[in-house]
């Protein structure tokens, strides 16, 4: 019967952490799920745009490889296989390095 009042004191206000618990364990969970590891790969994306160099072999949103060969404030220019074309695309449509050590001869 104690139980039974307990929960009718929480329904109507008495406890309304109670109530609230279920949302902020959803919030915390959505936290440490969807947000956090998101700003790390955020913020290793950013060191990564920020560190690159000529010569660096990298891969743009749209799958394209190429090898840098020009750097400006917002443009990065590649040189694309096997004709050598030099494109020029913006700095933030850099996803990926590539590693030469884990490409095959």
């Known amino acids: 019967m104690y139980f039974a009042n307990f929960l009718f004191q929480a329904a109507s206000g008495g406890v ?3 109530q609230f618990l279920p949302y902020i364990a959803i919030l915390l969970v959505f936290y ?3 947000f ?3 700003q790390k790969r955020q913020k290793k994306l950013a060191e990564l745009l920020a560190n690159l ?4 072999r990298v891969v743009t949103v749209g799958g394209v490889h190429g090898t840098i060969v020009g750097l ?3 443009y990065v220019v590649l040189r694309v296989p ?3 074309v030099k494109l020029e695309v913006q700095r933030g449509a850099i996803t990926a390095l590539e590693n030469p050590e884990q490409e095959t001869p």
């Open 16 to 18: 309304a952490l109670i």
């Open 32 to 34: 440490f799920l969807l």
């Open 36 to 38: 956090l590891p998101n």
């Open 53 to 56: 160099k000529n010569g660096d």
């Open 72 to 74: 400006r404030d917002e």
């Open 82 to 84: 096997p004709d050598a």
